[in-house]
Nanobody
Framework: VQLVESGGGLVQAGGSLRLSCAAS????????VGWFRQAPGKEREFVAAISRSGSNTYYADSVKGRFTISRDNAKNTVYLQMNSLKPEDTAVYHCAAKMSRSLPPPSSWYKNGYDYWGQGTQVTVSS
């Protein structure tokens, strides 16, 4: 599966952005999808993930209550709505996908082990 992110940009603190992750190549609905970010000089970190059906979502504590992940399997797209953005949210955001069984795995499964990655989209939050 190929993944392409879009929607990044420059926004002031307190503003909002919506990232999109468009997938192509295979049956998208069998894949769990995660969003990760990497700031300069820092390790990549988990941001959010969504189950293959969209019924289960998971968030890092740092974004809980501000970010919302969703998906539209008919459009082969996953979204990350980011509200109340902070300067510390500045990073390159990547989406990633891996095949998932129909029974939902534990939440820890969603935080690593992805097989497919997009190239990323830059998000910059000014203070």
């Amino acid at each position: 599966v190929q993944l392409v992110e879009s929607g990044g940009g420059l926004v002031q603190a307190g503003g909002s952005l919506r990232l999109s992750c468009a997938a192509s190549g295979r049956t998208f609905s069998v894949y769990a999808v995660g969003w990760f970010r990497q700031a300069p000089g820092k390790e990549r970190e988990f941001v959010a993930a969504i189950s293959r059906s969209g019924s289960n979502t998971y968030y890092a504590d740092s974004v809980k209550g501000r970010f919302t992940i969703s998906r539209d399997n008919a459009k082969n797209t996953v979204y990350l709505q980011m509200n109340s953005l902070k300067p510390e949210d500045t990073a390159v955001y990547h989406c990633a996908a891996k095949m998932s069984r129909s029974l939902p795995p534990p939440s820890s499964w969603y935080k690593n082990g992805y097989d497919y990655w997009g190239q990323g989209t830059q998000v910059t939050v000014s203070s």
